[in-house]
Nanobody, 126 residues
Framework: QLQLVESGGGLVQPGGSLRLSCAAS????????IGWFRQAPGKEREGVSC????????NYADSVKGRFTISRDNAKNTVYLQMNSLKPEDTAVYYC???????????????????WGQGTQVTVSS
């Protein structure tokens, strides 16, 4: 059974940091692009960052460039999202998703992704 499980969310003050993890089970991440998405109350789900399967190339939404860093550890079958300088507008449920694809740069379109985790809440507030 293919499964993605996010962890690492929580409550943090503005300017603080969190590291989210996305652990895969039932399949190996080597052949999958992984994306992080978020959805705030009353808003549509949006792409935050993604990392390609073969090249490891990354992509970021403009709103998080320079603050968030995505990385993958294929040995641990896990992808991470390091979030620094957090802002209240970063508050949302964060989801990771997997797309089975090789030799193409990852994209931040949620419609490309086949498997989704259940999400983890990130709240940035003083």
């Amino acid at each position: 059974q293919l499964q993605l499980v996010e962890s690492g969310g929580g409550l943090v003050q503005p300017g603080g940091s969190l590291r989210l993890s996305c652990a895969a089970s039932g399949f190996t991440l080597d052949y999958y692009a992984i994306g992080w998405f978020r959805q705030a109350p009353g808003k549509e789900r949006e792409g935050v960052s993604c990392i390609s399967s073969s090249s490891g190339s990354t992509n970021y939404a403009d709103s998080v460039k320079g603050r968030f860093t995505i990385s993958r550890d294929n040995a641990k079958n896990t992808v991470y999202l390091q979030m620094n300088s957090l802002k209240p507008e970063d508050t949302a449920v964060y989801y990771c998703a997997a797309e089975e694809v090789l030799f193409r740069l990852c994209v931040l379109s949620l419609y490309e992704y086949d498997y989704w985790g259940q999400g983890t809440q990130v709240t940035v507030s003083s």
